[in-house]
Nanobody, 121 residues
Framework: QVQVAESGGGAVQPGGSLRLTCEAT?????????MAWYRQAPGHQRELVAR???????QYANSVKGRATISKDDAKNTVYLQMNNLKPDDTAIYFC??????????????WGQGTRVTVSS
């Protein structure tokens, strides 16, 4: 149906930048209509970071608004998350979620394995 893989995480200093990449693969019967980035740190709930679709303006969590930009390349089924001015609180595993329709089943989701971001001095 749909498979998702994240990459681009790493260890950076506060104030640094990273660009996370989410690559999705799908069959001809599956249509991706939105993709989103979530993050989760130990002891914290998973939270939505950013979401992008073809029918609405991108959404951002207040915690990253002004520092993050989500973009997509439809030809590659790829979504990017550019994060600037990173803070220690941005430390988390970042997951990509693909929302898709498979045949007549409209509400489906596929998650990647996550990519780790560590922000520390």
């Amino acid at each position: 149906q749909v498979q998702v893989a994240e990459s681009g995480g790493g260890a950076v200093q506060p104030g640094g930048s990273l660009r996370l990449t989410c690559e999705a693969t799908s069959t001809e019967l599956s249509t991706i209509h939105a993709m989103a980035w979530y993050r989760q740190a130990p002891g914290h709930q998973r939270e939505l970071v950013a979401r992008i679709s073809s029918t609405a303006a991108p959404q951002y969590a207040n915690s990253v608004k002004g520092r993050a930009t989500i973009s997509k390349d439809d030809a590659k089924n790829t979504v990017y998350l550019q994060m600037n001015n990173l803070k220690p609180d941005d430390t988390a595993i970042y997951f990509c979620k693909a929302e898709y329709q498979h045949g007549d089943s409209v509400d489906n989701a596929a998650w990647g394995q996550g990519t780790r971001v560590t922000v520390s001095s």
